[in-house]
């Protein structure tokens, strides 16, 4: 089971470079969100549903990281 860790770097299919900052829940519907910015450019902030972020890349989607899911935790950069 995949799960998302927070204070750590994920490389988006695509490519990009982002910082997960943690975990934010809706407090009307309880749905969760990643809550994450972007390391290059103007460091963007972003919120995504949780089972989106965790989900493989679309079939049919340019993937030019061949990476299976849409954002996978690396390491370093």
């Keep these: 089971m995949r799960f998302i860790e927070a204070l750590c770097l994920y490389r988006h299919f695509k490519g990009g470079l ?4 943690g975990i934010a829940g809706d407090h009307e519907t ?8 972007s390391i290059e450019g103007d460091c963007e902030m972003f919120i995504r549903p ?4 965790l989900s493989e890349v679309p079939n049919g989607r340019e993937n030019p990281t061949m990476q299976k899911y849409r954002f996978e935790r690396i390491e370093k950069i």
Excluded: G, P, W
């Excluded at 949780?50 to 972020?53: A, M």
């Design 50 to 53: 949780i089972n989106d972020f």
């Design 18 to 21: 982002y910082y997960v900052i």
């Design 30 to 37: 309880f749905d969760e969100f990643v809550v994450y910015h």
